[in-house]
Structure formats: structure tokens, C-alpha cells
């Protein structure tokens, strides 16, 4: 299975305003991480710092906050990582159960859960 990539709409936390962009969808992450620079600019307010794990396994701390996000036509509110300039911008499994989406490893895109094969 190759890398899944989606495009997303990022909103400000009322849900008025929404910028695209493109996120790689990451099994492996639980909360999505987005932009520190564009969740400031809609508004979005850090809400907390949890320690995270990196992928070379050093414990960080990281902003968290909560907004709204466009994605398959569901819109709803998810946790949101303030993500630093130089990391990419990843979908989490969090947001993925809200919208009651899962990968397809064979088809290498987002499906409705209730579609999954077995």
C-alpha cells in the first residue's frame, strides 16, 4: 500500500471559515497535526500540551486545540495538533473514527467503515 492522501478543509472552531489542504492520512498517528501557523490564523485557541512520542522516539510536548474539519461531505469538530513548519500535515485515527472512515489498503483511499473488507 502506497502513501493515502486526502485534501481536507480546516475551519476556524465557529465553523464559518475553512481552508483547503492536503493531509496524509497516518493509521499510526492518533490526533491529526495541521499547520501551527494556519490554526492560529482561523483562530483556533491552544486548548492544552500533551507529551508526544516522534517517530524517532523522543517524548515532545505538543499544543493541542480543537476545530472543525471538512472531509469525505462530514463536517465536524476534532482534535487538532499545532504542528511546527517542518512537520507534515497528517490525519489521525481520532478524526478518521469520527467520520466513520478507514483506509482501504487495496484501493489505497478512504472508505466508510460499515465497507470495510475482511
Keep these: 500500500m502506497g502513501t493515502v492522501k486526502v485534501t481536507i478543509g480546516v475551519g476556524d472552531p465557529q465553523g464559518r471559515r475553512?481552508?483547503?489542504l492536503e493531509v496524509v492520512v497516518d493509521t499510526s498517528s492518533t490526533y491529526t497535526?495541521?499547520?501551527g501557523a494556519m490554526l492560529r490564523r482561523l483562530g483556533v485557541p491552544i486548548q492544552r500540551s500533551l507529551p508526544s512520542e516522534t517517530a524517532d522516539g523522543?517524548?515532545?510536548?505538543?499544543d493541542v486545540g480543537q476545530t472543525n474539519i471538512r472531509l469525505e461531505e462530514l463536517e465536524?469538530?476534532?482534535?487538532?495538533?499545532?504542528?511546527?513548519e517542518h512537520e507534515p500535515s497528517l490525519l489521525g485515527v481520532?478524526?478518521?473514527e469520527q467520520a466513520a472512515l478507514a483506509v482501504d489498503p487495496l484501493a489505497g483511499r478512504l472508505i466508510p467503515t460499515n465497507l470495510l473488507r475482511l
Excluded: D, G, H, K
Excluded at 58 to 62: K, Q, T, W, Y
Design 18 to 20: 475553512f481552508e483547503e
Design 33 to 35: 497535526a495541521l499547520p
Design 58 to 62: 523522543r517524548i515532545v510536548p505538543v
Design 76 to 84: 465536524f469538530q476534532t482534535p487538532v495538533i499545532f504542528a511546527e
Design 94 to 96: 481520532v478524526s478518521l
